[in-house]
């Protein structure tokens, strides 16, 4: 594990030879990349292409998921063009379009997840799709490869955030994607000890955005960068539990008589449920699933011993939340409801602990409601 921020040079002229590029050495200063950084890179690339050696790919670690998600929008974007989002894209995607692309004079359009809404969207000044799958809370998957040609026919980048699927389950960069962006801190890194983002995808489209995390600095810790590397030599078992348990668990809340309803993308009752089956090896981890009201639904999280009350996904530990109490409270009862959030909602993160004892202890506590 490399920490410097600075890497000297023996003398004027090797800074000559560097500077001309002449000799392969690590970069001068820490914020234009590091040896454990550009190590886990070459990992993130060879996985998410499929290909050992990247397949032309390239990857380009950040602080976080959101510092991948803004310094590439960044990066893409200039004044006058246009961007459209699927509507339930991560939260905080959002509120940058709406705080930070309107003020530097990108415009954008937020349109359901569906290619008839992205087709209805398409302006001659758009630049960028910008999809997620599966989304949070309700799992939706996108017809990816509608997406796709309807961006190539018309010269538009597509970006999907595909930190739900990670690249065991899903790989759009195989369907013609051109970058796909994940939150590290999720499964990839696995253990809810690290914060970090990626975006991988040809390396010419890559290496433009990495110029730019130069100049906005949101470069990741090579720490973090050791830690995710680490993370990623168990990721397709932990995937592999983490896709078996949730569907179990999705199959045993769904015949329960306290539940009014799941979303699953690979239930068959799940409105993408056909994309899903396409696209996606395995469901991954997240439920999202309807109780009778707030107050149920608190009683439950209060009731269930495994899972921890908290945000996130994708680590090896359980975690539950209400988002009706933790990521849309600010909301308010009719701001949910604009958005769909419904009140009794819970989402369940499945992790890897022992499935008997994960379904012990959902059906103990709704037996209790
Ligand atoms: C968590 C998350 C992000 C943000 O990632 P951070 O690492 O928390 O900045 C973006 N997109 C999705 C889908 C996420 O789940």
């Known amino acids: 594990m490399v920490f410097s921020s600075t890497y000297p040079f023996e003398n004027t002229a090797e800074l000559h030879a560097f500077m001309q590029r002449e000799v392969e050495r690590p970069e001068e200063y820490g914020r234009y990349g590091n040896p454990t950084v550009a190590a886990t890179e070459a990992k993130l690339a060879a996985l998410e292409a499929g290909e050992a050696d990247g397949g032309g790919c390239g990857a380009v670690l950040m602080a976080s998921g959101m510092a991948a998600i803004t310094t590439t929008l960044l990066a893409m974007l200039r004044a006058g063009q246009h961007v459209i989002f699927t509507a339930d894209v991560y939260r ?6 709406r705080s930070y692309l309107a003020k530097f004079g990108v415009e954008f359009d937020i349109v359901a997840p569906t290619l008839e809404a992205i087709e209805g969207a398409v302006r001659d000044t758009t630049r960028i799709i910008f999809t997620e799958a599966p989304t949070n809370p309700y799992l939706r998957v996108v ?39 994940h939150s590290t801190t999720k499964y990839l890194g696995g253990h809810n000890d690290l914060l970090g983002g990626v975006v991988i995808g040809k390396s010419g489209l890559v290496d ?13 810790d090579p720490h973090n960068a050791y830690l995710l590397s680490r993370g990623l030599k168990t990721l397709a078992l932990r995937v592999e539990r983490h896709n078996h348990s949730a569907l179990a668990l999705a199959r045993v809340l769904e015949a329960h008589p306290k539940v009014a309803k799941v979303w699953y993308p690979l239930l068959e ?25 707030l107050e149920a ?29 933790m990521s849309f409270y600010d909301q308010g009862p009719e701001g949910r409801a604009a958005l769909g959030i419904r009140e009794g909602l819970i989402r369940y993160a499945v992790g890897i602990e022992d499935l008997a004892d994960l379904r012990a202890d959902l059906e103990s506590g709704l037996a209790a409601l």
Not at 92 to 97: G, I, Q, S
Not at 208 to 220: D, F, K, Y
Not at 271 to 292: P, W
Not at 299 to 310: E, H, I, Q, S, T
């Open 297 to 325: 639904g608190t009683r439950l999280v209060d009731a269930l011993r495994v899972p921890k009350l908290a945000p996130s996904l994708g680590g090896v530990e359980s975690l539950v939340e209400q988002p009706a109490l």
């Open 92 to 97: 905080k995607t959002r509120l940058f379009a």
């Open 143 to 181: 017809d990816l490869e509608g997406v796709v040609a309807l961006a190539k026919a018309r010269r538009i980048k597509t970006i999907i955030d595909a930190t739900f699927a990670t690249p065991i389950n899903m790989r759009p960069l195989s369907l013609g994607v051109d970058l796909v962006i």
């Open 269 to 293: 009752s799940h409105q993408d449920y056909g994309h899903a089956r396409r696209l996606l090896r395995g469901g991954g981890g997240v439920i999202s699933f309807e109780v009778e009201g």
């Open 208 to 220: 433009a955005i990495r110029e730019q995390v130069g100049t906005l600095g949101a470069v990741c």
